[in-house]
């Protein structure tokens, strides 16, 4: 087993980049293996996940050579994907196993895909339903909600799907299987959740397009289609990678950081209001548009990925209530911002998170149980989690059963805690941010 100690630290100042958004990583490779044409990729996330994805495309006959200037992913068309000998392994990625899932259900071959034992216990009833009603032959090998998951050629129709959760996984899944439908394909999601599928596939030369009701939920359609076309894609830093930092930066006395390069869609920047809400002396500087593919067609009138340079400094915060118009855009960052909040003074509530159940790990367990081993005071609740900020956090033994996002997080609150926080199963880390210890250690 891997281990970190982490001691606390003062003073964190200096500069730093953080890796490609992995959200991006993905679908870039996705959509760059299923378009015509050499799709070119620079600041590609060379995370486990994203490895994952290659190699599923790579299985599937796509040439995508890593040099180390760029990926290069020399797709196959939309129909040109040949059938993989054996299982598809996503490893520990959602976001594999469910984006692709949609685009083998338009395939005219059978597959298989399985993860690891976390991934395989995730819920994938949410894309099985809809996938199904397009008239996908998806179902789980084992017959649970589950992965393995055997996918058979189907003819797909367009459907209309009121999706219960504001999943960008869900909703990619169905909009890739409606490339291949036989008519328009819609989803209405009961919050925006990231949309750099749909600003990626308008670029890649898809028809679609998307709305945000008055009432908060948001609807993208897609239109069944020939052929995507090769883009260059510059990938900005991840925000969610960045989110350690930002938080490094408040938290510990004196410091002052700069992180470079990091993407702010909106839909994903619901940490910098958490921020600026708690308190937080934090900046967006050099803000301009990131074209994520080459292309130029504006959806939202958005034509590509917001990026910015974020400066934060040490900033003492307060507690402060996080919910449903939030969180689909900071779902991600939520076992960081807790670690904010058991720092910050006075109450944090979390609410509308169940979506934190089914991650990596259950996240209101992992950050409630490790929370509480350095001394915070926390109450999970069915949808998130209460934290009466303020008391000093002291070092403990962290257990991140595997989560990146928990072995980073309270890898954050060991900066700021009395004594030594070991983190155990640090590698971890490799899921999204291999170079992770050793930029915090730079620092
Ligand atoms: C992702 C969507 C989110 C997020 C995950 C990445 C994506 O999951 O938590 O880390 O790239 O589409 P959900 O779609 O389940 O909310």
């Known amino acids: 087993m891997s281990v970190k100690s982490i001691y606390p630290k003062k003073d964190l100042r200096g500069e730093i980049t953080v890796p490609g958004d992995k959200s991006i990583s993905h679908r870039s490779v996705m959509f760059g293996s299923i378009a015509l044409g050499t799709t070119v990729i620079t600041n590609f996330l060379n995370g486990a996940d994203c490895l994952s994805t290659i190699d599923c495309f790579q299985r599937m006959g796509v040439k995508i050579v890593k040099k180390p200037d760029a990926v290069y992913v020399h797709g196959k068309g939309l129909r040109g994907l040949s059938a993989p000998a054996g299982t598809l392994n996503v490893g520990n990625s959602g ?4 984006l692709l899932a949609g685009i083998l259900a338009g395939q005219s071959f059978s597959s298989v895909m399985s993860g690891d034992e976390s991934l395989n216990q995730r819920p994938m009833g949410r894309i099985m339903t809809p996938l199904g009603r397009m008239g996908a032959r998806i179902s789980s090998i084992q017959d649970s909600d589950c992965a393995p998951l055997r996918i058979e050629p189907g003819d797909l129709h367009g459907i209309h799907y009121q999706s219960p959760v504001a999943s960008a996984q ?3 899944a169905v909009l890739l299987a409606g490339l291949y439908a036989d008519g328009e394909t819609c989803v209405t999601e009961p919050a925006l959740s990231r949309n750099h599928t749909e600003l990626m596939l308008s670029n890649f030369g898809a028809d679609i397009s998307s709305v945000i009701h008055e009432d908060g939920s948001a609807s993208a359609r897609i239109s069944p289609c020939q052929e995507l076309y090769a883009q260059e894609i510059q990938v900005p830093g991840d925000i969610s990678s960045a989110a350690y930092f930002i938080a490094a930066g408040l938290l510990v006395p004196g410091s002052e950081l700069l992180i470079r390069n990091v993407g702010t869609n909106p839909a994903r920047a619901g ?6 809400a708690m308190g937080a002396d934090i900046t967006c500087l050099n803000t301009r548009n990131m074209p994520a593919a080459s292309g130029t067609s504006p959806l939202f009138g958005q034509t590509g990925e917001p990026t910015a340079d974020i400066l934060v400094r040490y900033s003492p915060l307060h507690g402060i209530t996080i ?5 689909p855009a900071l779902i991600d960052e939520i076992p960081v911002i807790a670690v904010m909040a058991a720092c910050a003074q006075g109450t944090t509530i979390i609410r509308d998170a169940s979506e934190l159940k089914v991650k990596e ?3 209101i367990a992992t950050v409630t149980e490790n929370l509480r081993a350095m001394g915070a005071d926390v109450t999970p609740t069915e949808d998130g989690m209460i ?11 962290i257990n991140s059963y595997l989560d990146h996002r928990i072995a980073m997080a309270f890898s954050i609150a060991g900066l700021t805690a009395a004594g030594e926080t070991v983190i155990e199963n640090s590698q971890c880390v490799d899921i999204s941010y291999p170079d992770f210890f050793q930029t915090l250690d730079c620092l």
């Open 95 to 98: 976001t594999t196993t469910r």
């Open 170 to 172: 869900v909703k990619s």
């Open 271 to 276: 940490i910098l209001k958490v921020c600026q």
């Open 323 to 327: 919910g449903k118009d939030l969180i």
């Open 361 to 363: 790990t259950d996240r």
């Open 387 to 397: 934290i009466e900020g303020g008391a000093p956090l002291k070092g403990a033994h």
